[in-house]
């Protein structure tokens, strides 16, 4: 009676926290929502070996990230076969774009969008625009071609803050440069 009730104030407290991370680990609710209860299911099959040396938190977290990983692990496991054939009429014999069923936005289309100077002039504003960290960052790790190790050194960050930063940097241009350049027709 004593587990079910710690297990039940465990639910209570520490539900929305093991969510969360699964949300940002999975980005599927659903999915989430399903490592979740597992995450308690297995916690109950084996709490007799809770010892309370660390932390539920520590270690519902514990369970959570190997379901995670098992789960990333089923999903890497699964066969898929694709029936190349499907994509017959839209390539020729040596691999290339069969002109008839090649993308719309792609027929016709000589320049790179990396040649276009209103695109770049677009990207520039967007890189500048950013707060300083970022553009530190993506700077430094794309037109300096720092290693990660150096960047970090550089700005006196610890490596998963650099990517921290370097995701929320990318997804700060992306909605600048889709604002700007993309939606502008």
Not at 1 to 17: A, D, H, K, P, R
Not at 129 to 142: D, E, H, S
Not at 163 to 179: G, P, S, T, Y
Request: hydrophobic share 35%.
């Amino acid at each position: 009676m004593q587990n079910q009730s710690t297990l039940n104030n465990w639910v209570n407290i520490y539900t929305e926290q093991l969510l969360s991370r699964a949300m940002y680990k999975l980005s599927n609710s659903e999915n989430a929502k399903d490592i979740v209860q597992d995450t308690f299911l297995a916690a109950a099959q084996n709490f007799k070996n809770f010892k309370n040396e660390s932390n539920p938190k520590t270690w519902l977290f514990s369970i959570l990230n190997n379901k995670i990983s098992d789960f990333y692990r089923k999903k890497y496991r699964q066969d898929t076969k694709v029936d190349f054939d499907v994509f017959s009429a839209f390539f020729t014999s040596d691999g290339e774009w069969n002109s008839n069923n090649q993308p719309l936005n792609w027929q016709n289309q000589e320049t790179n969008l990396l040649d276009d100077l209103e695109f770049i002039e677009i990207l520039n504003y967007c890189l500048e625009n950013l707060p300083n960290k970022f553009n530190a960052v993506i700077k430094m790790k794309y037109y300096s071609e720092k290693k990660s190790k150096e960047i970090c050194q550089e700005l006196e960050i610890n490596t998963t803050n650099m990517w921290q930063i370097m995701h929320r940097a990318k997804l700060k241009l992306r909605d600048c440069v889709e604002n700007g350049w993309f939606k502008r027709n």
